[in-house]
């Protein structure tokens, strides 16, 4: 069996196992299986459906860790693969990621460990939970020594094959605009809130997205309003009318920065105080420099961006690792019901993780 016939069937297999939020651990279970069987010397550890793998090497050499998460996001299908393309819940977001940093790891182990100190980390609940839901903050936390030792991680999350530093942070915000409800044969008994929301709401629309350079990468600070509800009944005035409104903001704040400078622009918008509700926040991803990331950023030789998502970089920054996102999943795939990857993606993928250790 050649060498993409061998990795498309790993990807398969992969993607035929469901794995929707909160149901990884048969995934799980199952890539346990095949590091033990692949890798006779590697350690396991598995913890809150997370797995930890790490290989023996020499303590002096710089610990590299490839991250992933098993969890997705479409509802399940059959995965299959048709014109080079591969089909399955959460093909490019990021099974393609995770499977392809298995797939170097069996093909270059050896190689690899001459020049670093490996681990892989598989983790759960990454989609769609709050921060201490999170797979990666529940190692974090039970395993502190390990992470402090972490000296370069790359998450593979969609970038479509390009360097993606740092990411931006998310803050979600419900705003609850009052009214009086009122029969709508007699509106003037009453005040229509969505009516009093939209002045707040076209001076929101406009505001533009506002591009900010960090380390020599873009990203852009926006705000949206992604949901919204009026008070129900087809004869009354609505008496409130809300939104959620989602800030997504570079590394140039902190979390707290974030949501005083949020909250402030809501207000400015109109918002009073007491109509904004914090829901939840977690902060952006700073980039943290050193030689080794510099090394081996240029070493992949591909092009590199702003993460313009939230990615877990986010925790490992907090922890002073550096980290970057690079994945062979495409971005505009990312939750689609029938998400896809390319397989020539995630074969170059595997090519250019071999500069990890061949320099170019």
Request: charged residues 15%; glycine residues 8%.
């Amino acid at each position: 069996m050649g060498i993409m016939s061998s990795l498309l069937q790993l990807l398969l297999e992969v993607l035929s196992i469901p794995s929707p939020t909160f149901s990884e651990s048969a995934k799980v279970k199952i890539i346990k299986t095949w590091f033990s069987e692949h890798f006779l010397d590697c350690e396991i550890t598995e913890f809150d459906d997370s797995l930890l793998v790490t290989f023996p090497s020499a303590q002096e050499l710089p610990h590299l860790c490839l991250v992933g998460h098993s969890d997705t996001v479409p509802k399940f299908f059959t995965p299959h693969e048709s014109n080079g393309r591969v089909y399955g819940s959460g093909a490019s977001d990021m099974q393609a990621g995770f499977v392809g940093m298995m797939w170097f790891l069996h093909q270059h182990i050896q190689d690899l460990r001459l020049k670093y100190r490996v681990s892989f980390i598989l983790y759960s609940r990454e989609e769609g939970t709050g921060l201490t839901q999170n797979g990666l903050y529940s190692l974090i936390h039970q395993f502190p020594d390990f992470f402090k030792s972490i000296d370069l991680a790359i998450v593979g999350e969609p970038t479509n094959l390009t360097v993606q530093l740092g990411c931006v942070g998310s803050i979600h915000v419900t705003v609850k605009v009052p009214g009086l409800p009122a029969h709508s044969a007699r509106p003037w008994d009453g005040r229509n809130a969505l009516y009093e929301a939209l002045p707040f709401l076209t001076r929101v629309s406009h505001i533009a997205p506002l591009p900010v350079d960090i380390e020599g990468v873009r990203f852009f600070d926006v705000v949206q309003v992604t949901e919204c509800q009026a008070e129900p009944g087809r004869t009354t005035v609505p008496g409130w009318f809300q939104c959620n409104i989602n800030y997504r903001f570079s590394p140039r704040f902190s979390l707290e920065e974030a949501k005083s400078h949020f909250i402030d622009t809501l207000h400015r918008c109109g918002a009073h105080l007491t109509w904004i509700t914090v829901l939840d926040a977690v902060p952006a991803g700073q980039i943290v420099s050193s030689p080794l990331l510099d090394q081996v950023v240029s070493s992949l030789g591909v092009t590199t961006e702003a993460k313009q998502a939230w990615t877990d970089v986010a925790q490992l920054a907090q922890l002073g690792i550096s980290a970057f996102n690079f994945g062979p999943g495409l971005t505009a795939q990312a939750h689609l019901p029938d998400e896809y990857v390319l397989l020539a993606d995630v074969d170059q993928y595997v090519h250019y993780l071999k500069r990890l250790f061949t320099g170019g």
